[in-house]
């Protein structure tokens, strides 16, 4: 399996910018579709973007669309999720997750290996 480390989180004022990392090791990176996760306080684990294993293919929850933007570079085993526009209502802890191959699935249920988080917090 691979493993997962993100990075990139912080406290930002509303209306700013993050980007997150998430630095795989292991088994080959590029045979991994990935995801972004999140979890609020108290709520559940809830889907944030997901891109295919090539690149080509990224997927979106509604609340993030047009805001945030998920990217890879295969040769480096990294994933990023690029955050504009931030709202309170994105503070949470933000999970990476690896899936053989899910499709852009929303479940976390799909994914088969968890990084330990990176705590987001947006101030308004």
């Known amino acids: 399996q691979v493993q997962l480390v993100e990075s990139g989180g912080g406290l930002v004022q509303a209306g700013g910018s993050l980007r997150l990392s998430c630095a795989a090791s292991?088994?080959?990176?590029?045979?991994?579709?990935m995801g972004w996760f999140r979890q609020a306080p108290g709520k559940e684990r809830e889907f944030v973007a997901a891109?295919?294993?090539?690149?080509?293919?990224?997927y979106y929850a509604d609340s993030v669309k047009g805001r945030f933007t998920i990217s890879r570079v295969n040769a480096v085993n990294t994933v990023y999720l690029q955050m504009n526009s931030l709202k309170p209502e994105d503070t949470a802890v933000y999970y990476c997750?690896?899936?053989?191959?899910?499709?852009?699935?929303?479940?976390?249920?799909?994914?088969?290996?968890w990084g330990q988080g990176t705590q987001v917090t947006v101030s308004s």
């Open positions: 997750a690896a899936c053989a191959s899910c499709g852009g699935s929303h479940s976390p249920n799909e994914y088969l290996s």
């Open positions: 292991g088994r080959a990176f590029g045979t991994y579709d």
């Open positions: 891109i295919s294993r090539s690149g080509i293919f990224e």
